[in-house]
């Protein structure tokens, strides 16, 4: 009779050895496609950057919205958020509400809505998307078409109010500078409370002779990445500058 494989025996057969045992319990799952090649578009170019900070303007009766690179959003009342998809509402909760007069409504929708984030919007709607599927750009890896979700633009304020102007400010001006932690630009004075520039439009409410002082003193950076968002703000005094000039030339002074 043919000899029975013994215990011993079957234990001499090699056997691969694994770094981690673990890996054995579970079945190899298939490689999934990293989320970073779906696109994930809006129709609205805003939509496309995220937001870096928001405010309550109770001057203009305004939430204003900052985004990256700049772009900037204006929404009359808490209603017209819902114009904002869930992945931009979710950002957006994240970020502090500035609200220099603590107005009442704007902390209790700021709170609403961080409170919504964490029940998946069940008393709020927001905006639905489109599926659509690219026919001219594919994954690198698999060739299969890009999927991009598509989004009507937000339901913003189209005239926008220009905030009040104010009396000479920057007699005693140090420097100025923009400041990615509360998204705005700081105006430091000497001896003198520092003055918080959230959106680019604010700086209209100075007069002349203050956008002069910062067109000649540059903004500065605490960080190179922001030089985008620092810009929008340099923008608008060069803008005042150059306008000016051409005034000059033109003999309307």
């Known amino acids: 009779m043919p000899e029975e494989p013994s215990i011993a025996k079957a234990s001499q057969a090699p056997t691969q050895q694994t770094d981690d045992p673990k890996k054995s319990w579970f079945k190899e799952m298939p490689e999934q496609e990293p989320v970073k090649y779906y696109e994930w578009l809006a129709e609205h170019q805003e939509l496309k950057r995220p937001p870096v900070g928001w405010k309550y303007d109770n001057e203009r009766r305004l939430f204003i919205i900052r985004r990256f690179k700049g772009g900037v959003q204006h929404f009359k ?109 700081v105006i430091e004075r000497e001896g003198m409370e520092d003055i918080n520039i959230f959106e680019p439009m604010e700086l209209l409410k100075f007069q002349p002779e203050d956008l002069e002082v910062l067109f000649k003193n540059p903004i500065k950076l605490l960080n190179n990445d922001d030089e985008s968002d620092a810009k929008a703000y340099q923008r608008v005094v060069s803008l005042h500058a150059k306008s000016h000039v051409q005034q000059f030339k033109q003999g309307h002074f």
């Open 77 to 185: 009342s808490p209603n017209e958020f819902s114009s904002l998809p869930k992945y931009d509402l979710r950002a957006l909760a994240k970020l502090p509400l500035q609200n220099p007069e603590n107005v009442g409504i704007a902390n209790d929708f700021a709170n609403f809505l961080r409170n919504q984030t964490f029940n998946d919007f069940r008393s709020m709607t927001t905006a639905k998307s489109r599926r659509v599927i690219s026919k001219t750009r594919f994954h690198p890896r698999t060739q299969k078409p890009l999927v991009s979700l598509r989004y009507k633009p937000a339901e913003t304020v189209k005239e926008i109010i220009l905030p009040k102007s104010v009396p000479v400010q920057l007699q005693n001006f140090t420097k100025w500078y923009y400041n990615p932690i509360i998204g705005s630009a």
